[in-house]
Nanobody, 123 residues
Framework: LQLVESGGGLVQPGGSLTLSCASS????????IGWFRQAPGREREGVSC????????NYVDSVKGRFTISRDSAKEMVYLQMNNLKLEDTAVYYC?????????????????WGQGTQVTVSS
């Protein structure tokens, strides 16, 4: 499974962005997909995940009510809709794969990491 992120950019506080995670490979439907982020000088943090069948989603508390994860199996894509962005959301965002979508989001159990996409929230 190979994953490629896109959709990052510069946005003002309160703005919105949608990140995309494109998959290639035969096993997309068997994997949960997680979104993680890493800000400069900070450890990588789990943000959200969606289960293989799309029925289970989880979010870290800091993004609940603002971010929405979804997946499109036909297109082999996972999306992260980010609304009401805050300065502290600035980071490189990565998607990765695991067997299960569960909390806490632990990056060490995920693999097939993409290269990341930069999200910068600034006025």
């Amino acid at each position: 499974l190979q994953l490629v992120e896109s959709g990052g950019g510069l946005v003002q506080p309160g703005g919105s962005l949608t990140l995309s995670c494109a998959s290639s490979g035969p096993s997309f439907d068997y994997h949960s997909i997680g979104w993680f982020r890493q800000a400069p000088g900070r450890e990588r943090e789990g943000v959200s995940c969606v289960s293989a069948n799309g029925r289970t989603t989880n979010y870290v508390d800091s993004v609940k009510g603002r971010f929405t994860i979804s997946r499109d199996s036909a297109k082999e894509m996972v999306y992260l809709q980010m609304n009401n962005l805050k300065l502290e959301d600035t980071a490189v965002y990565y998607c990765a794969a695991d067997a299960l979508c569960r909390l806490p989001l632990t990056d060490t159990v995920y693999d097939s990491w993409g290269q990341g996409t930069q999200v910068t929230v600034s006025s």
